[in-house]
């Protein structure tokens, strides 16, 4: 099962609550910890990744809190779940460590490496502004990707 890390997830609530301020003052780690239930600490240290990747603009003093570096547009799913969890891979064929020991004689390589690039694409074309739309329905740059075809992609074996 393809699954982010409750890391990510609380990176990409958060970046859609920002997104979400369109242009508001800034939010402190506190303020939207509380504001969906995340731990303190642990937002905090996420804030602090995602401001290194220069995702977010760090503001210090007792108006100080984090806001979108760049136009909630143009940053995407992707580059917040690679800030937090640094390089993603989405199979075991390809890590930080090299090919597996089973490359020259696995017959699914190739297709789960079409797979992972899917799904990297995917979350390249979804723009924080799309989290942080009103409609239930997300639109992507690109038709031919969609939610609907993640959920076929990831539950097919399901």
């Given at each position: 099962m393809l699954k982010l890390t409750k890391k990510a997830?609380?990176?990409l609530i958060a970046m859609?609550?920002?997104?979400?301020?369109?242009?508001?003052?800034?939010?402190?780690a506190?303020?939207?910890?509380?504001?969906?239930?995340?731990?303190q600490e642990a937002l905090a240290k996420i804030l602090q990744r995602l401001a290194r990747a220069r995702l977010l603009l760090s503001q210090h003093g007792t108006r100080g809190g984090y806001t979108l570096a760049r136009d909630a547009r143009s940053i995407s799913a992707f580059e917040?779940?690679?800030?937090?969890?640094?390089?993603?891979?989405?199979t075991s064929?390809?890590?930080?460590h090299?090919?597996?020991?089973?490359g020259t004689r696995c017959t699914v390589r190739?297709?789960?490496?079409?797979?992972?690039?899917?799904?990297?694409?995917?979350l390249l074309r979804m723009k924080i502004a799309d989290l942080a739309a009103d409609s239930t329905e997300v639109e992507f740059d690109s038709p031919t990707s969609t939610p609907?075809?993640?959920?076929?992609?990831?539950?097919?074996?399901a």
């Open positions: 997830d609380y990176g859609r609550h920002f997104a979400a301020q369109r242009g508001a003052a800034s939010c402190s506190k303020d939207v910890a509380e504001a969906y239930g995340i731990p917040v779940i690679q800030a937090i969890e640094g390089p993603v891979f989405m064929c390809h890590t930080s090299g090919d597996c020991e089973q190739e297709p789960l490496r079409k797979l992972s690039e899917k799904i990297e694409q995917a609907r075809e993640l959920v076929r992609l990831t539950s097919a074996g």
